[in-house]
């Protein structure tokens, strides 16, 4: 599962097809930090996720990809063509950068107008019709980006990127600020676009908002590509690992013996506040501890994670 | 090129400091109005050498075009918009071309209209001469804009950069060093001013150079600094 310097496919499959994006033992530093650290990587059509805490490379993996940045060592190329410096292969490409900044002064109509503008399209009518339907907005088209919500600046951002009708779609984060509703739209529309053949890339922070969407998953830690492959051998693989709990009962003394005896838990301590529970089947203690607090007539005031944060998801899959 | 003009001049009109720079422009008409209000007869040396070399080409010429062109590309990467302009499919030069010819667009009429305001009220002037500084002064906003266009792209104190250079090299130097004529924008300026009017503006016949030298210095640094800009934007990181 680990990847240390051989080549990933992505898939976990061989590939049948070629590689749109693929990234060679590349390297990015900024002075003495080191943002991506001897990446390798090919990415086929589909969606891919790239998933990892902020600030593990993952903005600064996707420049080197678009070719917006040099690589300090290594080398990227998107449509078997270099990233770096290929105008014309912007053509092919559409990027949502991380970064919700827009011209605010511009309608959502002539924001998505400018861009399908730069990307030479003519006539260029339908095409904008055409990507602002695709997310919904079209009522508010004529409105100035600077009084939509961040949710729908997102949308409009999208329907700019879309507008060429791009083969291969690099996109940052583009979930930051959509409600339930927009993400479920956002997932239907990359499932189409998926299906039609083209190549997804979306980088994501959260793992859930990933999940159900990517076949395919990029981990990054660190500037490192930690794991690659199918989702679900990533999920159970993350579902093996041992998490602490949290919990706080009238009663930790009795609660706290009566926790250990359960198949699910590994190992219980007790303080004056609370009781620490690690697990390896945390599925199975959600159900069992208000059980077992009801038997005991103990009341439970809380139940909490302690460690759900992705870096130590991810610190356990780089571990392994 | 159109829509990334069309965005360009949206971004430099749209901000509240082209009041200021509007006010700015405006001074020198002011000031000469009080000159010729308050002077007995003209003293066009007076004029020439305080209110048209000293604030207009040297303080008023470049602090407008300065402040419009560090942030023709400046205010992209500030708000973070460059990517949206890189992105495309398009060659540099066509990204390059429009934001300085929106920095001259904005900036050059307002310094022109100040400076060739200014001549005509203190200097009692013919067509001639304010023919001569609306040159002048048109050539000194294009090779300024090119210069300043450049620094906003390399550097986040591009002010800092242009202030350094416009009161460094241009003033405190080229004072003592003439050989910074040549190398100067406010050179080239002084140098087409009195290469177009000899007559009007012999006062600072001493400190201009040859018209010829003016205008090729001038169009060698536009295309000198353009070209830097292009090849900045093709080798930089974007953010």
């Known amino acids: 599962m680990t990847a240390e310097s051989s080549h990933e496919t992505g898939t976990g499959e061989p590939p049948r097809v070629a590689a749109t994006i693929s990234v060679d033992h590349v390297s990015k530093w900024f002075g003495s930090v080191v943002a991506v650290n001897d990446v390798s990587l090919e990415i086929y059509p589909g969606i891919t996720g790239l998933l990892g805490p902020n600030g593990a490379g993952k903005t600064t993996l996707m420049h080197l990809m678009a070719g917006l940045a040099e690589p300090s060592r290594g080398r990227a190329e998107l449509l078997g063509e270099p990233a770096r410096g290929n105008v014309r292969l912007y053509g092919r490409l559409g990027v949502m950068a991380e970064h919700e900044s827009v011209y605010g002064f511009f309608t959502g109509k002539e924001f998505v107008e400018f861009s399908a503008r730069l990307h030479g399209l003519n006539p260029l009518d339908q095409a904008v019709d055409k990507a602002i339907a695709s997310v919904g907005l079209r009522d508010a088209q004529d409105r100035p980006l600077r009084t939509y919500s961040r949710g729908m600046r997102q949308r409009m951002r999208l329907a700019a990127t879309l507008v060429h009708d791009p083969e291969v779609l690099i996109l940052d984060e583009p979930l930051n600020g959509t409600d339930p509703r927009q993400r479920i739209e956002f997932e239907n529309q990359m499932r189409r676009l998926a299906a039609d053949g083209r190549t997804i890339l979306i980088s994501s922070h959260i793992l859930e908002e990933v999940e159900a969407l990517a076949d395919r998953i990029l981990l990054m830690v660190s500037g490192k590509l930690a794991a690659a492959g199918d989702f679900r051998a990533i999920r159970e693989k993350l579902d093996e690992r041992p998490y602490k709990v949290r919990i706080v009962t009238g009663d930790q003394r009795a609660m706290g013996a009566a926790l250990i005896r359960l198949d699910e838990v590994d190992s219980v301590a007790i303080d004056a506040d609370a009781i620490v529970v690690l697990s390896s089947n945390v599925r199975a203690l959600q159900r069992s501890v208000p059980r077992l607090a009801q038997q005991l007539g103990i009341r439970l005031l809380r139940v909490e994670p302690l460690d759900e944060s992705l870096e130590s998801v991810f610190s356990y899959v780089v571990g392994r | ?239």
């Open chain 2, 1 to 239: 090129m159109r829509p990334l003009l069309g965005l360009s001049l949206r971004q430099l009109l749209g901000r509240r400091r082209l009041l200021l720079l509007l006010l700015l422009s405006a001074l020198p008409v002011a000031v000469a109005g009080i000159i010729a209000g308050f002077a007995e007869e003209a003293d066009s040396e007076g004029f020439v050498n305080g209110l048209l070399d000293g604030m207009i080409v040297g303080a008023i010429l470049p602090i407008v075009t300065m402040a419009l062109a560090t942030s023709a590309f400046g205010d992209e990467i500030e708000d973070r918009t460059l990517s949206y302009l890189v992105l495309k499919p398009l060659p540099r030069w066509r990204i390059v071309v429009p934001k300085l010819m929106a920095s001259i667009i904005v900036s050059g009429p307002l310094i022109i209209a100040g400076g060739v305001g200014a001549t005509v009220i203190a200097f009692e002037a013919g067509v001639q001469p304010a023919l001569a500084v609306a040159a002048a002064l048109a050539v000194g906003v294009i090779a300024y804009a090119s210069i300043f266009t450049w620094a906003g792209l390399v550097t986040t104190r591009a002010l800092g950069f242009a202030l350094v250079y416009v009161i460094l090299w241009e003033g405190v130097i080229g004072s003592f060093l003439t050989g910074i004529r040549y190398l100067s924008v406010r050179g080239y300026a002084l140098g087409i001013l009195h290469g177009l009017d000899d007559e009007s503006f012999e006062a600072v016949a001493e400190r201009a150079i040859e018209l010829p030298a003016a205008v090729g210095g001038a169009a060698a640094v536009t295309l000198a600094f353009a070209l830097l800009t292009v090849r900045r934007l093709r080798r930089m990181d974007v953010p």
